[in-house]
């Protein structure tokens, strides 16, 4: 063959390398955004140890799960998930020292304190235990959730599994210190036991969130479940289970639950009830395989529209239409342009979901949303969201979601933030009070020492009819690697406007899978902490050392406690003022954020409602929306100083001193 026609025949070929190497070197350059080591430099972070039950460490440390034997051959997927952490007042004394953590290594739901929680607030930390609840070896807690579901002022504790409906553990009112006797362990769907056995739904839970959804003054509950109900856990269960129908939409799973809240009662055998909206959300929106919820206030009329992350599947954002005693969502999904690639469409695209976190990144007093999806290089290289919110104002933006249009823009890599890793749950903060929020990401998926990602990307390429099968699945066992030298993400904003993630200047950067953030004020000193929840290895605790934060506000907001003895044992100064939305007007502009009730993946931050406010000086303009104990929204804007403020909302906001 003539060298001419030789060549010929190879500019294909060569093409292809030339355009795949420019776009590597293109990627790569994206991620490495100038002026990291700067940004990085004002950030200090001291990795603590946590305080575990008395010996612990010396219980057996497992690696992986035993599942349903139709999943053996990946049971290292299967044992991927269900690490979760959060940090509250769990004492009831006005600071967020206190902590729930999820240890997969033994299946435990741990309570304990904060490294930096002062010595009242300290406890010998205990293990929940569900007794006389029916519990089997078929069950793993995926995720514990801090929340007053009574009204008393009292931090309770709600825990979601694999294998089973969730457990509320409810304060007494006798007790007088975290303790395993200060709970009391509830269904939250009532299942008849006669013989002592769990007969109820099989649900296998990811992801939670908690928050007063139909305006009533109550906080209710929305479940995320993963798997189909079916028998994951159990290696002599029924071949009942299944995987994702599609790589891309797929919709054969768990779904999602609406768990109104009806009543409750106090004392020292205090219960809540809950009732299940069916239809609450559309059913279209309610069958994906589900990873991560939150939510947040987006039209000013104090209820909380929500964003459901779906792993293998659309995105849902549900416009909250709720009455007192009926919840009711319909979805909001974004317009497309002729330049906007489908998966950058909101509600249309089709990367994994895996967490999601609401705040106001550029600070003009709109809420936005970062969502982490699988972003590894050379793996499945999707890309993170950072939905940036186009609504002129709150008005408009109720507008728009009436007529189910979503108003926004996918901007992660404008921003910096586009590729991490494998990413899991995501929790904004301003760590240096400076009006900027930073944004740190779990990442990681198995870790093993042989390389799968040729095996996932040859799945990633057949036949979504053959996908619900485990058996055409690749194997996923012990020592196989996937992702599983991620690191966690740390994203700060540098000087020209754009995030670099500075993790490994920051000696964040440890190769461990990563899934659940929880974020708090543990020493009331307006310095925001974090945890994060490992898989397959131990919790950590990262204290800000920061030396030059700027000033802040941190409000505590509360309604009245129904119970009189509040103050008393674990009863703080009220019950968390769940829903109530917060704007602050200073130099560097409007800011906006929430009491978050909890929501993402795994992880769950404090109640308190924080803002930078970096070298102002004297009072700023806060208008707060809220909700009170009956329902009835209010709206009033103050001038409070820089600082920690306890305030008590009933029809007005009253200053009260932090117990």
Partial sequence: MPLRERFRRMIPGVATIVVAASLFFAVRTSVAVAGGDEAAAAYAFQELPIAMPPGYENRPMKTVREVNPAYYKIRSWISSVGASIAINDLTGHGVADGMCIVDTRTDQVIVTYTPTARPGDRFTPFVLDAAPLPMDAAMAPTGCTPGDFNGDGRMDLLVTYWGRTPILFMARTDATEPAPGAYVPREVVPTASPDGKYHGPRWNTDADYVGDLDGSGHPSIVIGNYFPDSDVLDPHGLNNVAMNDSLSSARNAGGDHVLRWVSATTGSDPTAAFVEEKDAIPYDASTGWTLAISGADLTSDALPELYIANDFGHAHLLYNRSTPGKIRFTEATGERTPTTPKSFVLGKGSFKGMGVDFGDLNHNGNFDMFVSNITEAWGLEESNFVWVNEAKDEADMKRQLERGTAPFTQKAQEHGMAWTGWGW????????????????????????????????????????????????????????????DNVLGFYAKTANGVYANVSKQLGLAVPTPTRGIATGDTTGTGALDFAVARQWGPPAFYANMASNRGDYLNLKLYRPAGDSAVGQGLAGTGSPAYGARVKVTSALGTQVSQLDGGGGHGGFRSFDVHFGLGATSGPVTVSLEWRDAGGTPHQKTTQLTPGTHTLELTSDIKEVPSR
């Fill in 425 to 484: 749950d995501a929790k904004m903060g301003d760590f240096l009070n400076n009006g900027d929020l930073s944004v740190i990401q779990a990442t990681g998926f198995v870790k093993g020492n042989i390389d799968r990602w040729p095996w996932l990307q040859e799945l990633a390429m057949s036949n979504d009819n053959l996908l619900s099968n485990p058996r055409m699945w690749p194997h996923v066992q012990p020592g196989d690697d996937l992702a599983g």
